[in-house]
Structures are given as C-alpha cells and as structure tokens.
C-alpha cells in the first residue's frame, strides 16, 4: 500500500511538472529570460501602418544592440536625419544633432521625446506583451499567439492622433517565434476603426510590428563614456 502511494504521489508530481513545463505562457517568459541572458545581441524592428497616411507618421524602421549590463543602442532614419537612442532601465538619451541628450535635457513633455519612449529593449518589450497577452496558445506552426488586453490596445491605439484616441475600440494581437528555447521574434498588431471626411466615413487603421533576433551572444553595445554618464 505504501509503495502504490509513493508510485502514485510520483506521477502526480510528474503529471504536474509536465503540465507547468508545457505552459505556453511560462515558455514564452523562459525564453525571453534566455535571450536577457546572453551577453548581448542585435534586432530589427519593421513596421507596417494601413488604413491611413497620418497615422504611419513616425514609424520607421529601426536597428538595435542590448547587451546583458543592460545596455541598449538604437538608430533609425527619420527624413534626413539619422537618430540614435540609447536606454538603459527607465532611462534615455537621444543623438540627432551629433550630442547626446537626456529626456530630461531636451524636454520629458515633447512630443518627440514622447514618441521615442515606446521604443524598448525587446526583452523588456516582449514581457510587457506576454502580461497583456489574454490567452497564449501554441500553434501548429510552433509559434505562441494570443490576442491582447482590449483596454492596453486601445491606449496605444490612441497613439495614432486625435482621431484615433476618439475610437470607441480597438484591439490587439500578438505572436512569438522560439528558437532553442530562446526569443528569435515577435509580432504584435493594434488595430481600430476611425471616422475621416466630412462624411464621417470609417476606416480601419492597423500597426503591425516585426522584431527579429540577430546576433545573440556575438553582437556589443558601443556608448561613448559621456554618453554612458547620463544614463546612470
């Protein structure tokens, strides 16, 4: 009897253990955990804005390097002018002009400044996106995809102006790619309806986001040491 018992508790333990392994969602936050992990790597981030020209403005391309001190780097082209960004924690500072600045320096309330604080490292990124997400599930392709908390996708939704921030609803998903055990990308997309024209016509406006793993445990995050000083 005693011997049934023990074989019982064990697989109990097991079955349990098994179940807790095979968590989406505690999956997906152990692989964002490796990735945080390596000592450092690179990401591109794409994104992809239909339904209206004014809500693209503001969305391009961008490169970036985070290494394990938490240290991150990131550029992107806006018109003629090549912008860098480094984050380290909560805080920031922008290259434009060919100094580095702090947030604080140039103005915590400037729109600009405003539209640069979404940018994130994508471990901190992707881990907000995992506590939004409503329901992880694996798919058959191997990726994790859940759709986002309905009140966060409206927040950002409103992101995209005046008219957008006047949307009744909006939603939001998210996917994620592993690779060994590790974040390779994610995806994540906000979309609502808004009114144009005189003839109050609806239009639905979608952001899409691709950001894709490079380099993990080769790539190095170079600051100059000025730099290095605001961010502490």
Do not use: H
């Amino acid at each position: 009897m005693k011997s049934l018992l023990s074989t019982f508790v064990l697989s109990a333990t097991l079955l349990v253990a098994c179940t807790a392994a095979a968590d989406p969602k505690s999956e997906v936050s152990a692989a964002i955990k490796k990735l945080e992990q390596q000592s450092g790597y690179s990401w591109s981030f794409t994104p992809k804005v239909t339904g209206s020209e004014s809500a693209g403005r503001g969305q391009v391309p961008l490169k970036g390097k985070a290494d394990k001190d938490g240290y991150a780097v990131v550029s992107g082209e806006m018109g003629d002018i090549t912008v860098e960004i480094g984050i380290k924690g909560e805080k920031m500072i922008v290259n434009y002009t060919g100094e580095w600045l702090s947030t604080a320096e140039i103005g915590e309330n400037n729109r600009t400044v405003q539209r640069l604080r979404l940018i994130k490292r994508p471990t901190d990124e992707a881990t907000m996106l995992a506590g939004k997400a409503t329901g992880l599930k694996k798919e058959a392709d191997g990726a994790y995809a859940s759709e986002l908390d309905g009140a966060w996708a409206k927040e950002m939704f409103a992101l995209f102006g005046r008219r957008a921030a006047a949307a009744p609803s909006a939603q939001g998903a998210v996917k994620f790619w592993l690779k060994d055990g590790s974040l390779a990308k994610y995806e994540f997309v906000v979309k609502g309806k808004i009114t144009t024209g005189e003839d109050k016509t609806e239009v639905e406006v979608s952001r899409t986001a691709m950001v894709e793993i490079k380099d993990v445990g080769a790539a190095t995050v170079s600051l100059p040491d000025e730099a290095k000083k605001k961010l502490q």
